[in-house]
DNA sequence: ACGCCAATTCGACGTTTCTTCGGATTTCAG
DNA sequence: CTGAAATCCGAAGAAACGTCGAATTGGCGT
């Protein structure tokens, strides 16, 4: 898993209107971006099969009842006995299915980051160009994180940045969070849309931590009132601005 | 304290050109900008005064040992009897101090926080214009992260997006850092160098959102190499492109 | 220099929460 | 129906947090 990113990685950073292939056929394009598209929807998957039907409820019933607590009292304080006994099981039944309360913590945003991701893949099928493609992305996360703000509050407030997701899956499938914009990114530099001249890790980062600036703002204190609207605000001003750029 | 932070907030919002007084004159603006560097300055100080000096220096000792093991193991996985080894100090007398692992954790990064806003305020005694000030400001922030690596680790990485710190003298003063970027930016609308057909707020989210993306990003991965370097770079751009778009 | 009082320190103990373990119960294929 | 695997749970163990009262130390008036 490591080594493919890593791979990934080698192969994008160059991104100089002159690198042949990669980007620049609408045909070559299309490919390399579905198959990013389907890495990043496949990287979250839970890697134990249960086998009983029963436990499988039990599994939805934990994942649940530890977003509702988690997202309430923060995963410092939340107590695993809380989560056992919100989910209708004993506290070490729960054990049997994550081995530590960071364990849980850990899996418990995966599965929506992949139904957004999923959400996200049906949804930009009829965008053809780069900038309508990440328009879409940054909108639809926005709207995501207003729509499942328990899950949010836990993602943004508390997962997110921390050290120690390192190593983990959940630490990839945040990143692959940015990599498809600065994907993006490269696609329209390589489409023209966007100027050569700017690094487009730093263009990834303007757009991201401002949308997340916005998001974290919204999930502490409600303010901008409407998340959808301020998200498409801000996403349309930021590109119409990395346009406007190009021109100078 | 908090009501002069909701006046502070009843004052500003407006921003529209039409305002009339708050930072229209140059001398005006001085003052209310004088205003707003001496409350966040002023605000990082800690309530409890100890009496005796031994007690001072086993205060320090704590919060240096504090901030290591923090920086090094997370808050959550930090263990106070660890904290109080490293200080020289026994377990329960670390609870002389703070009241528990929590008040300590958020007492840490505030002396630092005072620190940085002093010396910016330095810093930006000889520039007069919110264009100066403002990119001075951000690019300093970038730099100190660098500098105080560990101390940046706790704050960008642990405690600025938890919503556990609402509520807190911390709470304030993180916000204080994104109070003074919205007072600069509606300052340099007042003065023409931005355009006012935008929210002051959004673009504040901009610039602080994209600066905190690529300083959590150094801190995790240590790139971009030379956070200083890329900070500047990054501000820079913002800053054009903010000026850019008053001419569209 | 001395003695007193408050400030400070610490070891021992109580409490909470996480985690493990062995056996009871349930499911399901054959 | 039956046995093996999967699932569940009560009780006990371990680890970390947090408290308390006694012992020590520093600062101050005389």
Do not use: C
């Not at 990934?8 to 579905?34: T, Y």
């Not at 598209?37 to 998957?45: A, E, F, G, H």
């Not at 329209?188 to 050569?196: K, M, P, R």
């Amino acid at each position: 898993m490591y080594l493919r990113e890593l791979r990934m990685e080698r192969n994008m950073p160059g991104a100089h209107p002159s690198a042949e292939g990669a980007v620049d056929a609408p045909a070559g394009a299309g490919d390399a971006w579905q198959d990013l598209l389907d890495m990043v929807v496949s990287r979250p998957k839970r890697g134990t099969e249960r086998k009983q039907d029963r436990s499988k409820r039990t599994e939805q019933q934990i994942l649940n009842a530890a977003m509702r607590v988690f997202a309430r009292d923060g995963i410092s304080r939340a107590r695993i006995a809380d989560i056992a006994a919100e989910a209708g099981i004993s506290t070490s039944t729960l054990y049997e299915y994550y081995k530590s309360k960071e364990d849980l913590a850990y899996d418990v945003p995966i599965l929506h980051l992949a139904a957004f991701l999923e959400e996200f893949r049906e949804a930009v099928a009829d965008k053809t160009t780069a900038r309508d493609r990440l328009q879409l992305y940054l909108t639809m996360s926005a709207d995501y994180a207003r729509e499942h703000a328990e899950w949010a509050r836990l993602l943004y407030l508390e997962i997110w940045p921390s050290v120690f997701v390192s190593e983990t899956d959940l630490r990839h499938s945040i990143d692959d969070f940015s990599r498809v914009v600065i994907f993006l990114v490269k696609q329209g530099i390589a489409e023209g849309t966007w100027s050569a001249r700017h690094d487009p890790y730093e263009t990834a980062a303007i757009l991201v931590g401002g949308l997340n600036q916005i998001t974290v703002t919204w999930l502490l204190y409600r303010k901008p009132r409407n998340l959808t609207k301020a998200g498409n605000e801000l996403v349309e001003r930021m590109l119409k601005m990395l346009e406007t750029e190009a021109e100078t």
